[in-house]
C-alpha cells in the first residue's frame, strides 16, 4: 500500500472487533462553522455516534498521512487552523504526496471511508448543482463520488444554496438512490419541506442498511443519498431564508467568489445574515444525522 494511513485508537479497536464505525468529515469542522462551535459540534458529533452504539471515524489529510479518526487536539487542530486545503476527489492524492494538510468534502471522506472499509457517513448537507450553473458549471464532485464510491451519506437533503431540481436530476442521471427518511418529500437542510417529492422513501435503519448490500451484491458501484429531515424544533422556513440565500449569493458574484471558495463563502456569510441562528439548525441537523448514521451501521453489521 502506497498510501500513508493512521488510524485513531478506538477506529483500530473497532476494526479488529468488526464493531460498526461510523465515517465523519472534516470539511464541515474547517470550512463549515466558525470556531469554536465548529469544535464542539464535532465532539458532540462523536458522542452521538458513540452513544447509539458505533465508533467515529472522522477523516482528514493531516502531513501528508491520512487519518482515519482524529485525536482530541487534531480536531481542534482543524477547527482552528487557517489555510486548511479542502480537500475532494481531484486533489486528495496531491496532498498525500505533498505532505500537506487538509480536510476532507463529502466526496474525499467517502474515498477515505471506503479505503478503511467503512460503509456509512454522516454529515450536514452534501454539495450538488450551485444555481446558475448553466453559466458557471459548477456541480459539485460530490454528486459523481456518490456514483461511484460504495458509502452510505446521511444528510440532511441539500442546501436550498443549491439548485435542487437539478441536484436531483443529475443524482438520478448518475444512478443515485435518493431516499428521504421518514417523509415523502425531500428535506431542504434548513427546512424539513423543498416543495419536491424524493425519488424513494425508507423509514427504518434496516432497510437503508439491506439497499446497500443488496447493491453490492447486484455489483452496482455508488452508495446511497439518505436525506434526513432537520428535527421540527430547529427548522428554519424557506420563505424566512429566500432573501438572505439571494443576498448571500449576489455578493459572491458581485465579489467574484469560485470554485472551492463558493460553498464556505455562503455558509458564513448565511451565518451572519441569520445572526447565527443558521449555526444552531446546522448543529442541530448533524446531530440528528449521526444518531441515523450510527444506525444503519448497526444494521450492516448485522
Ligand atoms: N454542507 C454543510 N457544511 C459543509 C459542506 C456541506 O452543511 O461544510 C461542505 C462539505 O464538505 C461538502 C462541501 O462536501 O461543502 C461541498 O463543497 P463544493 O460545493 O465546493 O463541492
Ligand atoms: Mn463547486
Excluded at 443549491?162 to 431516499?179: C, N
Aim: aromatic fraction near 4%.
Amino acid at each position: 500500500m502506497t498510501i500513508p494511513m493512521n488510524f485513531s485508537p478506538e477506529v483500530a479497536d473497532a476494526r479488529a472487533n468488526g464493531t460498526p464505525i461510523v465515517a465523519l468529515e472534516s470539511t464541515i469542522i474547517s470550512h463549515g462553522m466558525p470556531y469554536p462551535q465548529n469544535v464542539e459540534t464535532a465532539r458532540r458529533v462523536e458522542a452521538t455516534v458513540r452513544e447509539n452504539g458505533a465508533t467515529p471515524a472522522t477523516i482528514a489529510v493531516i502531513n501528508g498521512v491520512l487519518h482515519i479518526g482524529l485525536s482530541d487536539d487534531e480536531l481542534e487542530g482543524f477547527g482552528q487552523a487557517e489555510g486548511i486545503l479542502k480537500l475532494s476527489r481531484a486533489d486528495m492524492a496531491a496532498c498525500i504526496a505533498s505532505g500537506k494538510t487538509g480536510a476532507t468534502t463529502v466526496a474525499a471522506t467517502m474515498i477515505g471511508a471506503h479505503l478503511a472499509g467503512i460503509g456509512v457517513f454522516a454529515t450536514g448537507g452534501i454539495g450538488g448543482v450551485h444555481k446558475g450553473a448553466e453559466e458557471t458549471f459548477d456541480i459539485s464532485a460530490d454528486l459523481r463520488e456518490l456514483a461511484e464510491t460504495p458509502v452510505t451519506v446521511v444528510a440532511a437533503g441539500a442546501k436550498a444554496i443549491l439548485d435542487l431540481p437539478k441536484t436531483l436530476e443529475v443524482l438520478e442521471t448518475l444512478g443515485v438512490p435518493v431516499i428521504a427518511f421518514g417523509q415523502d418529500e425531500f428535506p431542504a437542510f434548513w427546512s424539513r419541506s423543498s416543495g419536491m417529492a424524493a425519488p424513494l422513501r425508507m423509514d427504518t435503519a434496516d432497510e437503508i442498511a439491506r439497499a446497500q448490500l443488496i447493491r453490492r451484491d447486484m455489483g452496482l458501484p455508488g452508495g446511497q443519498l439518505i436525506a434526513n429531515p432537520i428535527p421540527h424544533d430547529a427548522e428554519i422556513s424557506a420563505d424566512e431564508l429566500a432573501p438572505i440565500i439571494a443576498q448571500a449569493i449576489s455578493e459572491a458574484d458581485n465579489q467574484g467568489i469560485g470554485a472551492k471558495s463558493v460553498t464556505p463563502f455562503l455558509l458564513g456569510r448565511i451565518f451572519e445574515l441569520t445572526n447565527g441562528k443558521s449555526l444552531e439548525s446546522n448543529i442541530s441537523l448533524v446531530l440528528n444525522n449521526a444518531k441515523l448514521a450510527a444506525k444503519i451501521a448497526v444494521a450492516m453489521g448485522k
